[in-house]
């Protein structure tokens, strides 16, 4: 048989957002995966040079709409020590407890996603209906259910409650049973498991050498975590120390069970912030800040993986901001793990990874005035991994 | 694939989760930033807000001095309010802001008085 060219994307009932995959069938075979971005770039970099810091802070937040908080600590783990503010403990925790009920949400999210993407409907309504009691935890603590904005330099909007921690509790507690058992229907599904057991292979030498982030690399069995390896804001505290999941499969099997998994030890952190953090504390009023040095960089681990902020300051505005998000890290490992796949195993591929490609849209090849497509070869440059 | 069956069978005996949207509202709580007010009497134009808006949404309107808000261009950030020296600035609880046509979005809601939240 002779070679076929067979598109996916950027416009494609499997893909939830735009990312064109050139693949290249013998049969139902992929015998070379090509793909291209380029196709929402939104400008928030740009967007932000010249802000004010408050206001750049407001502005980076809406990167992605999933891990919003996130972006919101990247920038506030750069900027917050230019301007030497003393940042009290019960806000690093109630921006502790943001980010992890974020993180539970968006393995949620991508939970029903995957369910979605191999036809199963049901398991997907069921995953998005826990997700909901999450958004609700997020609209009380913080006044909107996706892009929550609750920080400010230095200190947050409001301070949390012993309503609000009573409501986490036992909203936690309504939700942990019944995703413990869609963890059981996604462990013994003959479905799931036929269709992600030893496909979309990431071998643990591939992870390191294409410096793979987040769960997608913890799967392969790279110890690699940004809260355990350099831990930030209240992560730095003894009892709220992260306990990473490592799998050794590196296969869909190994990514999809290690994002379950990462929902019960996010649980566990956001109890223990709960059971530290002062109610009747009040957080600090906002004050005008100062920023000094030219410029710094902040890290944080969003629910995909690392998250970098590059932020230059000119006479207290942003001169220049640079975000690398963790997909851009994840993505390119697609050129090579489609290799040797079957075509109806695609969706399940390219969901494993988890990919947020709006938030992630700053990168373009471009030789000789025309745009190109990123391919295996130059990417890995022949590596072989088996 | 047995542990599905059960899953369903479980969820048959349940309630349904979803409401019936437009005859029966969702609650939402009292933090929640809805719909934007300015209670442009009390405004001193200072123009704090205007300048750390981050889409521009919000301007002091330069013949009438006080603040004026397009809703259409605002994210709901909320960080207006936490500027405004003398606090006008306010968010409803109400979420349904869509509005049929563009320049409706330009209409100023009445903003007088606050949730105490
Ligand atoms: S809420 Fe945010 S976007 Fe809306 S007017 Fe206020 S500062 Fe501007
Ligand atoms: S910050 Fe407050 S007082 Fe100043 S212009 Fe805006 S609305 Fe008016």
């Known amino acids: 048989m002779h ?7 950027p416009q494609h009932p499997s893909l939830k957002e735009p990312i064109f995959l050139k693949l290249h069938v013998d049969g139902s075979y992929i015998t070379k995966a090509e793909f291209n971005l380029g196709y929402t770039h939104r400008g928030v970099e740009k967007c932000a040079e010249g802000y004010l810091l408050d206001t750049a802070l407001h502005a ?24 030497g503010v003393q940042v009290p403990e019960k806000v690093y925790l109630q921006r502790l407890i943001t980010a992890e009920l974020e993180r539970i949400h968006s393995h949620l999210l991508w939970g ?7 036809g199963l409907e049901t398991l997907f309504m069921y995953y998005w209906r826990e997700r909901e009691h999450i958004l609700d935890i997020f609209d009380e ?27 986490v509790l036992e909203k936690l507690d309504l939700v942990e049973p019944e995703i413990k058992e869609l963890r059981n229907v996604m462990e013994n599904h003959d479905v799931i498991t036929s269709r992600f057991k030893k496909h979309g292979n990431i071998p643990k030498k591939m992870a390191e050498d294409l410096d ?10 790279v110890n690699y975590d940004v809260r355990q390896n350099a831990p930030y804001m209240a992560y730095g505290i003894k009892e709220l120390k992260v306990k990473p999941v490592i799998r050794s499969e590196g296969d869909s099997w190994g990514r999809t069970m290690i994002r379950c998994d990462e929902i019960f030890e996010s649980m ?9 953090i002062d109610p009747n504390e009040e957080v600090p009023k906002k004050k005008n800040l100062i920023a000094k040095g030219d410029f710094s960089r902040g890290r944080t681990e969003a629910p995909r993986g690392e998250n970098f902020h590059f932020v230059a300051i000119e006479n207290n505005r942003i001169k220049r901001l640079k975000l690398r998000t963790p997909t851009l890290a994840n993505v390119i490992s697609y050129a090579r793990i489609m290799e040797g796949e079957d075509i109806t195993d695609v969706p399940v591929i390219v969901m494993s990874l988890d990919p947020c490609i709006s938030c992630m849209e700053r990168v373009a090849v471009i030789r000789n005035g025309k745009q190109e497509n990123w391919t295996s070869h130059e990417l890995f440059e022949g590596k072989k991994y088996d | 694939m047995v542990s599905m069956v059960l899953k369903v069978l479980k969820n048959l005996l349940k309630r349904p989760f979803t409401s019936e949207y437009p005859k029966k509202k969702s609650k939402v709580s009292i933090n929640f930033r809805g719909v934007i007010h300015i209670d442009q009497k009390k405004c001193i134009s200072c123009k704090l807000c205007e ?25 709901l950030c909320g960080l207006c309010a936490e500027v405004c020296p003398v606090k006008v600035i ?28």
């Open chain 1, 212 to 221: 793979l982030v987040g769960p997608t690399a913890r799967a392969s069995g």
């Open chain 1, 141 to 167: 603590l913080t006044g909107n259910r996706v892009h929550h904005s609750p920080d400010l330099i230095g200190t947050a909007k409001r301070s949390f409650n012993k309503e609000n921690l009573q409501m």
């Open chain 1, 268 to 276: 566990r952190l956001v109890r223990k912030a709960c059971e530290m």
């Open chain 1, 112 to 118: 029903g996603v995957m369910a979605h993407e191999i």
């Open chain 2, 51 to 75: 300048v750390n808006c981050p889409t521009g949404a919000i301007i002091v309107d330069p013949k009438k001095k006080y603040a004026v808000v397009d809703r259409s261009l605002c994210i």
């Open chain 1, 3 to 9: 070679e076929k060219i067979f598109p996916i994307g």
């Open chain 1, 60 to 83: 980076v937040q809406r990167t992605c709409g999933i891990c919003s908080q996130c972006h919101s600590m990247a920038f506030l783990n750069a900027v917050e020590p230019m301007t």
């Open chain 2, 90 to 117: 306010w968010f409803s609880n109400d979420y349904e802001i869509a509005e049929k046509k563009k320049k409706h979005y330009k209409k100023q809601l009445p903003g007088a008085n606050p949730v105490k939240k």
